[in-house]
């Protein structure tokens, strides 16, 4: 049976992962931080060569984006240190890496989606962080598949859809940002993209097209687009009992530590083209989620 094992496995995407992979069949080692720190390289070897998986995925990652500026090298040692870690234990294993990124490696000032050719150009630590871990990456081992995701959302940990609904509760009317663009994503879709990979013909060997990937659901929309489909789906579904009036704000009247990028739309084309695997439709994930 074909072993995967997962890093980051109580996070969003790595509990989705975990369930992606073992409908998939495969044998799946999924670590939490308390059980694997993957910026301890004594661990993610001993991790590695225990397992000898066909595929390392790390899931974890530091993704307090405004704590990260006061918590800079906690964030480096993470989302860049563990990675470089990370690559060198996988490149002498011959272990390919597949490790997730984001939009907010980009600052968001170009007025078309971005793909995987466009400059990055982080506006705070959190996005400088992931940048550093890509670039590691990049420079140590072939055998990588990056994945840019952007506004992840699902039923574990901490994301928009439950602040939202949480807020709700409390609340009759909320103003959410109207001026960001993106497009939510979620961390179904996302595990089930790795997975499309892992599964693909030829994974594993050095001509696999290995390299840096954008993938989002669609379509896009702003914060408020989004906050106003959570509460009529959780109208409809009775998840919340009661109306929300939702009111359109400008990112000026809720100001964030670290300025987040107007636009955070990624273009998909390379994902489609070379692996086959489309954007998701956040919509019907969302109801998922609150079914
Ligand atoms: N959330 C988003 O909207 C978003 C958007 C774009 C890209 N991404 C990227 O998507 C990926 C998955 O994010 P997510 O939303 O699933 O994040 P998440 O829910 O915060 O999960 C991250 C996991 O990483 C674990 N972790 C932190 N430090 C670790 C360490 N040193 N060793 C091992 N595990 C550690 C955390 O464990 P503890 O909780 O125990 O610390 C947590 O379970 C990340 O690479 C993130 O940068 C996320």
């Known amino acids: 049976m074909k072993r995967v094992l997962i890093t980051g496995a109580k996070g969003q995407v790595g509990s989705e992962l975990v369930v992606e992979a073992e409908k998939r069949g495969y044998d799946v080692i999924g670590l939490s931080s308390a059980e694997l720190d993957i910026t301890d390289r004594a661990q993610v070897k001993a991790a590695l060569k225990k397992t000898m998986p066909v595929a390392l995925i790390n ?15 906690r964030a480096y040692r993470v989302n860049a240190d563990a990675v470089k870690i990370m690559a060198e234990i996988c490149e002498q294993e011959n272990v390919p890496l597949l490790h997730i990124s984001t ?25 400088a962080s992931k940048l550093a871990g890509e670039q ?12 840019r995701v952007s506004w992840v959302f699902g039923k574990n940990g901490n ?6 609904l949480r807020l709700g509760q409390g609340r009759d009317e909320l103003g959410v940002v109207n001026d960001q663009f993106g497009a939510p994503t979620a961390a179904t879709s996302i595990a089930s993209c790795l997975m499309d990979i892992v599964d693909k013909e030829r994974f594993g060997e050095p001509d696999f097209p290995w390299g840096l990937y954008h993938y989002q659901s669609e379509p896009g929309v702003t914060w408020y687009d989004f906050a106003t489909t959570i509460f009529a789906q959780a109208n409809k579904l009775g998840v919340l009992g009661k109306q929300i009036t939702v009111n359109p704000i400008g990112s000026e009247q809720f100001p ?13 084309k390379k994902m489609q083209n070379v692996f086959g695997v489309s954007a998701g439709d956040w919509e019907q994930e969302l109801l998922g989620m609150l079914e």
């Open 159 to 164: 994301n928009f859809v439950k602040t939202m």
């Open 256 to 268: 964030t530590p670290v300025k987040r990028p107007e636009n955070s739309k990624l273009d998909g």
């Open 103 to 127: 939009d907010y490696v980009f600052d968001g000032n170009k007025s078309t989606p971005y793909s995987e050719l466009d400059q990055p150009n982080p506006t705070g630590v959190y996005g």
């Open 59 to 73: 899931a974890a990652a530091y993704t307090a984006v405004d704590k990260a500026e006061d918590e800079k090298d």
């Open 136 to 147: 590691a990456l990049q420079a140590t081992w072939d055998k990588h598949v990056i994945l």
